[in-house]
């Protein structure tokens, strides 16, 4: 299974239609957001994406319930520590980087997904992968990505817009 991987979009809904085209293209089954869509408006880029989309809500999400009312069909939203498994791996996923290296040791997760940095850190620590993929939007840090995760495998590309 390949999953699309974003965080920190900030509303730059060109870069969230790169991405959308990026995922459609791969052909991912799933993509998750870990936090800072900022607002209902980026649904006009995210619309196209052919799958559906896990968010967490990051420190600047407004109108929260507008957002799940919109991404209604297309996308879900969870809280900061939305823990699901895929292809029989475990993950966690946050927008904060709260305690990241003590789940990962914790051996628990295979996968710990989190944003807010917008730097990218992509380790193992044990048997557990730790992924900030940076941040999707490129304010911060001027270099745009997102990644496409080989979830069985445990390969993960970094693709920059």
Avoid: W
């Amino acid at each position: 299974m390949l999953v699309g991987l974003m965080t920190d979009t900030h509303e730059n809904l060109d870069n969230i239609k790169k991405a959308v085209d990026i995922f459609n293209k791969k052909g991912v089954a799933l993509v998750l957001h870990c936090g800072d869509i900022i607002s209902p408006i980026t649904y006009s880029a995210f619309k196209d994406l052919k799958c559906s989309i896990r968010f967490v809500f990051g420190n600047n999400d407004g109108e929260r319930p507008f957002l799940i009312s919109k991404f209604q069909g297309l996308g879900e939203f969870f809280n900061n520590g939305y823990k699901f498994e895929l292809e029989d791996k475990k993950f966690i996923m946050m927008h904060e980087p709260v305690g990241i290296d003590e789940l990962a040791s914790s051996g628990n997760y295979d996968y710990v997904l989190y944003g807010h940095t917008h730097k990218q850190d992509i380790r193992n620590i044990g048997d557990t992968m730790i992924i900030n993929i940076g941040e999707t939007s490129g304010i911060l840090t001027g270099t745009a990505s997102v990644g496409v995760l080989d979830v069985k495998n445990k390969k993960l590309e970094i693709i920059n817009l």
